[in-house]
């Protein structure tokens, strides 16, 4: 089945700092899903992508789904203590096909 | 609002002894899931649960598992003869309806699973 490859796989912030982590495939993806995984929780749905070029934005996320539809980005800006977890990249395909996820921590 | 819930949140058993995973879906919901995580691994699909048939199921999801919906509003996994390998945090999941760019799922807490 498809998969989908995430880098990097943890992310040390500062606070008040900018982060990206990145979802890709080597194959078009027909959508794309990120969820959060809080320490010790489990993943809640954040957002759904699906047309190409589609950017969203949650308050300081921004999630953007590429020309291709073969990558995917997540931006938050001027990160939180709050923002500490993994964020998860997941194609919906009759069920979800995770990947590695990105572990952000944050310095206060 | 609503939510899945799952029990118990940590079950610890013996190698080749039979579990069973409990889960009531948000009760709307048409589709139901079991993911696993081992710790400090990416979420892995095992099933998928519709209509009181397996939808679809993982390499993972051997002869060893079974799934069963006994009545309106629990949703279990069994694991008949645990093996060490297969401790991990199991979580049930749920939706809406199902397909390509369909809803998200909703996780329940999960069940943290350690076999010794």
């Known amino acids: 089945g498809q998969q989908v490859m995430q880098i990097p796989q943890y992310q040390h912030v500062q606070e008040g700092e900018d982060f990206t982590t990145y979802c890709n495939s080597s194959t078009t993806l027909s959508n794309i899903q990120w969820y959060k995984q809080r320490p010790g929780g489990h993943p809640v749905f954040l957002i759904q992508?699906?047309?190409?070029?589609e950017v969203k934005k949650q308050k300081r996320l921004t999630f953007q789904f590429g020309e291709a539809k073969k990558n995917s980005s997540l931006h938050i800006t001027a990160t939180q203590t709050t923002d500490v977890g993994t964020y998860f990249c997941?194609?919906?395909?009759?069920?979800?096909?995770f990947g590695a996820g990105t572990t952000v921590t944050v310095r206060a | 609002e609503p939510e899945v819930t799952q029990t118990p949140s940590h079950q610890v058993t013996q190698m080749g002894q039979e579990v069973i995973l409990r889960c009531v879906p948000i009760s709307n919901h048409l589709y139901f899931y079991w993911y696993r995580q081992i710790l400090g691994q990416k979420v892995e699909f095992l099933v998928s649960?519709?209509?009181?048939?397996?939808?679809?199921k993982s390499e993972i999801f051997d002869d060893q598992f079974s799934v069963e919906r006994p009545d309106g509003s629990n949703f279990t996994l069994k694991i008949r003869s645990t093996k060490l390998e297969d401790s991990a945090m199991y979580f049930c999941?749920?939706?809406?309806?199902?397909?390509?760019?369909?809803?998200?799922?909703?996780f329940g807490p999960g069940t943290r699973l350690t076999v010794t």
């Open positions: 999941a749920s939706s809406v309806n199902r397909g390509q760019g369909a809803h998200e799922q909703y």
């Open positions: 997941a194609l919906n395909d009759y069920k979800l096909s």
């Open positions: 649960f519709y209509n009181n048939e397996i939808s679809e």
């Open positions: 992508l699906v047309k190409s070029g």
